[in-house]
Structures are given as C-alpha cells and as structure tokens.
C-alpha cells in the first residue's frame, strides 16, 4: 500500500480527540461517531487541540461509516469493553485500510479480526489528555504511541513504520516495533496490578504501592501479583520491554512534589466511582485467561478479578432491587 | 463469685446481660462508653430479640471501681484488646481472663498481663439499639478451653462453662478448644473481608462464582494451618460458608458493616492471624496477605481520600 492520505477516527474519547486532532492537521481526517449532535458538533467546529500542542482541524464527522467514503488508515479509540460494537459498525467498509487498534489490555484485535480481513496494527498508547467537550481536548501527557503489526494477522512492519511516521509528522509521539508485545506485556501488567488494586481499595496510584516494610503494606501484594504476571508472559516466550515493578516504582515518584495529593487516579478507579463497568476483563481478566491457557497458576490475579467482578455485581446487585 | 466483662458493645453486653440474671454472681460491665454505661446504671441492662432480659450488672467507666475478680470476660473489638486489658489487668491479679473475640493473638496479648487465660469462641451475636439495650441477633454456643502457654485450670474452665449456660448461654468445657476458635476464624477471614471489599451481602458474594472461588481459596489456605498446628476443626468451614448462605443470604459482615462506616476493620486478627501462624508452620497463605494488604489499603483510602486538597 501506499502513502496514507486519510484516517478514519472511530470513539472520539480523549485518546481519539488527540488522534484526530493531530492528525486533521497532515490528512484528511474522519470521525466515526454514535451521536448525532456529536456529528453535527465536529463537523460544524472542528478539533481543538490545547496543552502541549495548539491546533485547531477541521473534521468530517458522521454516524454512518458509508458516509466517510474509503480512507487508509482506521484508528478505533474507543474503550475496550467497546470495540466490539465498533468493529461490528465497521464490518463490509473500508476494505483498503489498515486498522489500528490502542485499548488498554489484550485481546481486541482478536475482536476486530471477526468483522472484516483488515491488516491490523497493534498499539498502545502512554499519552492523555483530558476531554473539555465534544470539539476540545487539551493534550496533558505527550509520552509515547508503540505500535507493531499484530502477529494474528497479514500486517507487516513495513505498515506500522508507515502509521508511526504518519502519527509523528502530526506532532505525537510514536514508536514502530518489529514486535509489539513486549511493550504491550510490560504495560499490561503493569495496569492489571495497579488497576485493579486501586479499583479495590479506592486508592490512587500512592506511595504504599510501592511500599514494603511490613507484610501487610499493600506494595508486596503489588510485587507478588507482579511475578505472577511476568511467568505468564515468560511462558509464551516474551521478553519484556520494561520491569513492571520499576514502572510501578517510577510512577509513585512522580510529580513535582512527590506527593501523594496528586497521585494519578487509575481509569479503573474512576469508573467504580462512577459505578460504570470497568475493564477488568481486558486487563485482569485477560491474564487470568492466559494464565489457564498455558496451565500456570495466577490466584492473585484470579483474585483481584472476582473481587472486581463482584465490585461491578454490587451495583447492578442494588439496581435489580430497586427494580430499575 | 465476681466477674467482669471488659468491652461492653453488642457480644459484652449480651454476657453481661445474662449472667447479671443469677444471684449469687456479682456482675461488672467495664467500657469506655460513657453514655452506655450511664444508661446501664439508671436503668440496667435491656436485652430484646432472641433473647428477653432486663438486669442489673454494675457498670462502670473507671477501672478502679471494680473489686479483684474471679473471672474476666474480654469481649473488645481485638484492635482494642491491648489497651483494654492493659487497664483492667489489676482486676484479675488472682484472677481467670476468658477471651471472647474474633480472630486470633487476643489470648497471647491478654496473656501478657495476665496469670491464667482461656480460649473462648461464641456464636451468639447482635447489635447496640441504643444506650442500654442490645438486641440479640442469633443464638449459638461458646466454646472455651485452656490457653496452655498460661492456663486456667479445667476445674475452673468448667466453673465458668457452668455458671454462662445456668445464665442461658450454653457453654461448653473442652480440653482442647482450638477446633471451634479456628472454624470460626477460618470462615470469618474468608467472608468477612470479601464482603467488605465487594460490598455483597453473604449470600449474593456466594452466588458470583468468580467471588465464591476468593471464598475457597482463603478457606483453603486457613484449613491448611490449622492442619499444620495440629488443629482438629469442629466442622468444614466450606458448608459453613454454604449454610449462611441459606440462613443469612442479605447479612452484611460486620467488616463490611464496619467499611460502610469507615471503621478500623479486625483484619489483623483474622487474615492477619492465619498470615502470622502459617509463617511459624511453614505453611504459605499468600491469598490471606493479599486479602489483609487489600483492606489495610481501604482503611488508607478513608484517610487519603478526606485530606483537603490543593488544585494544581
């Protein structure tokens, strides 16, 4: 395939607004979108991109994929527990692009390899941005994109070096690997333990995660559930891109005050807050699954999934009672 | 014959309530609490729901008050069992000190202070109503026996033992007590944090699989220790687990009770207990630790979470 000339956006959330954002400044961008005001709004204002970039695109926004006409390149950015209602949108158009995947977790090229023969590119993302409203998104973190040709499928490394360049030039940060999955090993560990951890004890990510002076300090749950995962990914012959416990380390360092007051709020926290479903099976869940698969023993994980598993009942629980 | 109960909250009060009805006991409820204790002594001790009592035992906030006493009845949370017995040991200087807690250690720590201690486990439980009435929620036994590093004798044991089921609280004397405090523990460190860390009541807890198999693994690794001390338990804590399903399907576990109020938990004394004796046994319980690093991490949230903070 050739240049890519145009991109197609689908889940306008933070992650998809900076995508599309950026990118609407190099190509023609599209948005697929669920809502028709959402349409009407992009289409009409465009993207606003503010923080670490200043940029302002314009968009071309429908809820129909069969008004976008083709385009090369399909970035879904929505949340896991979403791709696969947008993969089932996306299935019969298209049929030239490459797809891009970047939710958190594994097992979502899978999901989109059941609607259409798409080269698929495997991604993960360690940007963020926070989402003002439907036309704005200011760019907060401006950390790293990896990508690499998901090994399930046709795509080649040639094609991720293509879309890295491609997110770049547009003023992101990106990264083409020949294999992705150390990166995305590294990453999903790490949030599988710090995700749902904090899900649980309504912590943010804090010191005590990396805290382990005495046997009950909740860092020596994080290291254990940490060793769990990495035998998991030894077993498929992974070699990992970085330490899980040193991310974990380097995290709770962070900041200009190294104090705990502005710790990061982990996405999983944020939707039991809300008592919105969380990713648990994409994250947790999926280490759990791989765990059986290869017969290695996970109980922590397996833990720490029910206990979140249960979390999420416990709404729908009290729901069912009031009889909504 | 002189006894007092140290902790008068829901289980001190049901004891105290009963064994003030006997006449030849002369009864003390020592607590903190001020306004229970004043209700105590105006109007004397109320006891509704399964049981139906109303008596008189002294009550008293001031340690001093109390006479030397043949028995002691503990019956604090065991967060407060040190500093409780700290300041009642003086009562018991040629006394018996009977704990009634959940968990495990609290006879260890009572031990330290003071000459003669029993094991005691009792299934019997319920809620303050209001200051001098308690409501008895279910009825069931206790079990006491020797705490053999610094025993009480069995002639003893079995003196208490009678005077608690002549009261109305059957008691049982055994040589060896250890089964039923470690049944106990064993299904309270595998319900008790789940449900706080869920939020389920029991019975829905039990009826997510995913949630039910947290439930076995902790059961799993108690069993364990209790095995490797040479613990012969009363019944499998596993039908347990099953029959308060049945009979207890909404009950909310007192640590989840405590959580919703963000009360300090009795972790320590039971995930933290089976952590503490399977590291003398050699046995690994590393789903205990989690379980006890998880709820220590809740506790911090409550404290976390209420700091004022200033916008970046």
Redesign the interface.
């Known amino acids: 395939m050739n240049a890519i000339r145009s991109v197609c956006v689908v889940g306008a959330g933070a992650i998809g607004s900076l995508f599309a954002g950026h990118l609407g400044s190099v190509v023609e961008t599209k948005v697929l979108v669920r809502r028709d005001d959402h349409e009407e709004q992009l289409n009409r204002a465009g993207l606003t991109v503010s923080g670490k970039s200043s940029l302002q695109v314009p968009i071309r926004a429908s809820t129909d994929p069969a008004a976008l006409g083709d385009v090369d390149l399909v970035i879904i950015a929505t949340k896991a527990s979403a791709v696969e209602a947008a993969a089932r949108r996306l299935a019969g158009h298209f049929p030239d692009a490459l797809v891009m995947t970047v939710q958190n977790g594994l097992g979502c090229e899978n999901v989109v390899a059941k609607h259409g023969d798409w080269p698929i590119i495997s991604s993960i993302t360690f940007m963020s941005g926070v989402r003002h409203s439907d036309t704005h998104v200011e760019y907060e973190l401006d950390t790293e994109t990896w990508l690499g040709p998901w090994s399930g499928g046709t795509a080649d490394f040639r094609m991720a070096t293509r879309v890295g360049d491609l997110i770049a030039r547009s003023g992101l940060k990106a990264k083409a690997f020949d294999d992705v999955r150390p990166a995305q090993w590294s990453k999903l560990i790490f949030n599988s333990v710090v995700n749902s951890?904090g899900a649980?004890?309504?912590?943010?990510h804090?010191k005590?995660f990396a805290s382990r002076h005495r046997?009950?300090?909740?860092g020596?749950?994080v290291f254990?559930?940490m060793e769990e995962g990495k035998r998991v990914a030894k077993a498929q012959g992974i070699e990992l891109y970085e330490d899980p416990w040193e991310m974990n380390v380097q995290a709770v360092s962070h900041g200009q005050t190294g104090d705990?007051?502005?710790a990061h709020v982990f996405s999983m926290l944020s939707d039991v807050r809300a008592k919105r479903l969380t990713e648990i099976d994409w994250l947790t869940g999926a280490i759990v699954r791989e765990a059986q698969r290869l017969g290695i023993p996970a109980?922590?994980h397996?833990?720490l999934?029910?206990?979140v598993?249960?979390?999420e009942?416990?709404w729908q629980?009290r729901q069912e009672r009031r009889g909504t | 014959m002189k006894v007092c109960i140290v902790g008068c909250g829901a289980i001190g009060s049901l004891f105290a309530a009963y064994l003030a009805k006997l006449d030849d006991l002369d009864v003390w409820a020592f607590d903190l609490d001020e306004k229970h204790i004043a209700a105590i002594k105006a109007k004397g001790l109320r006891l509704s729901g399964k049981g139906d009592i109303h008596s008189h035992p002294h009550a008293t906030t001031n340690v001093a008050d109390v006479p030397a006493c043949d028995f002691g009845i503990v019956a604090t949370k065991s967060l407060h069992t040190r500093a409780a017995i700290e300041r009642a040991a003086g009562i018991f200087r040629n006394g018996a000190v009977c704990s009634v807690q959940n968990g495990v250690g609290n006879e260890e720590i009572i031990a330290e202070y003071v000459p003669r201690v029993i094991r005691g486990t009792t299934f019997p439980a319920g809620h303050i109503v209001e200051p001098g009435h308690v409501a008895q929620d279910t009825g069931g036994k206790t079990w006491i026996g020797p705490f053999e590093p610094k025993s009480a004798s069995m002639a003893e044991i079995e003196v208490l033992a009678a005077k608690l089921t002549e009261a109305g609280l059957e008691t049982l004397a055994m040589e060896d007590s250890r089964g039923a405090q470690w049944t106990k523990l064993i299904f309270n460190a595998a319900t008790n944090p789940v449900g706080a860390l869920t939020g389920l009541p029991h019975g829905v807890a039990c009826d997510v699989p995913s949630v039910r198999k947290v439930i076995s693994t902790l059961v799993a690794e108690g069993v364990a220790v209790a095995a490797a001390l040479g613990i012969k338990l009363d019944s499998d804590p596993e039908k347990l687990v099953d029959y308060a399903r049945e009979v207890a399907y909404e009950h909310k576990a007192s640590m989840l009770q405590d959580a919703l109020v963000q009360r300090p938990t009795e972790v320590a004394a039971l995930n933290g207990g089976i952590v503490t004796f399977g590291r003398e046994t050699g046995v690994p319980t590393p789903m205990n630790q989690a379980i006890w690093a998880l709820m220590e991490g809740l506790e911090q949230s409550w404290t976390h979470n209420k700091k004022p903070r200033i916008k970046k």
């Not at chain 1, 649980?200 to 943010?204: G, S």
């Open positions: 951890i649980v004890t309504n912590l943010p804090v005590a046997t009950a300090d909740l020596n749950l254990a559930m705990d007051d502005y109980p922590l397996e833990t999934f029910g206990i598993k249960g979390l009942h416990s629980d």
